[in-house]
């Protein structure tokens, strides 16, 4: 398993502004991706964090909503740009370190005002 | 295109009693794999089990088991002898080899003292 450490655990912010998410794992991992989930609903991918290179986002997000960063195999942010009230919602940070299952961070809680 | 379905939104018990979750999925894939996540109350996501195509085997795990039956693109999971801090939101989710998850809806789990 990996240890995954996301910041902030939650905010509270106003439209128009920027939120940067912060995902520290305790180990190397390839593979590291940022899900979404809005209130009551179910988780959704946004894209995968690919180190030294571009992010491959999911149909339905683009990079200008939405850039990541991936400087290293530990570390990687999501920001969340433009916020509107429809992106309030839990942001997750997963990574899966070389086995099929994935370990997820605590989430941050955004609530958009 | 991958689609995991969680027929029961909510399903209330008293404490002791059994709880079976369904999951029904649907992959062209001939290798996935299936997992069975819990997120209490507090948002974080954890890994309870993992199950892939090409094993067909059912386990027990302490009070946790499951039943994977692939004729009937199936995926259900029991929980023995419920407690309290079994309450939370539990997701079947399915995965191919490139890690990324495609979850079902949910479904609510609330046991009573």
């Known amino acids: 398993s990996a240890v995954i450490s996301q910041k902030p655990s939650r905010d509270i912010c106003q439209r128009g502004t920027s939120l940067t998410i912060q995902c520290q794992v305790d180990?190397?991992?390839?593979?590291m991706f940022w899900y979404r989930q809005q209130p009551g609903q179910s988780l959704t991918l946004i894209a995968t964090?690919?180190?030294?290179?571009?992010?491959?986002?999911e149909s339905g997000f683009v990079i200008d909503k939405f850039p990541i960063s991936r400087p290293n195999l530990t570390f990687s942010t999501l920001t969340v740009s433009n916020m509107s009230p429809e992106d309030s919602s839990i942001y997750l940070c997963?990574?899966?370190?070389?086995?099929?299952?994935?370990?997820f961070g605590q989430g941050t809680r955004l609530t958009v005002v | 295109a991958q689609k995991v379905t969680q027929a029961q939104t909510e399903i209330s018990v008293v404490e002791k009693e059994d709880v079976t979750l369904d999951c029904v999925y649907e992959?062209?894939?001939?290798?996935?794999?299936l997992f069975w996540y819990k997120q209490p109350p507090s948002g974080e996501l954890v890994f309870l089990i993992r199950?892939?195509?090409?094993?067909?085997q059912n386990e027990i795990s302490g009070r946790y088991s499951w039943n994977f039956q692939k004729s009937t693109s199936s995926f259900n999971f029991t929980i023995t002898a419920s407690q309290v801090v079994d309450s939370a939101v539990y997701f079947c989710?399915?995965?191919?080899?490139?890690?990324?998850?495609?979850f079902g809806a949910g479904t609510t789990v609330t046991v009573r003292a």
């Open positions: 989710a399915l995965s191919r080899n490139d890690y990324k998850l495609s």
């Open positions: 180990s190397q991992v390839t593979m």
């Open positions: 199950r892939n195509s090409f094993d067909e």
């Open positions: 997963s990574v899966a370190p070389g086995q099929p299952e994935a370990f």
């Open positions: 992959t062209r894939d001939t290798t996935y794999y």
């Open positions: 964090a690919n180190q030294g290179s571009e992010a491959t986002y």
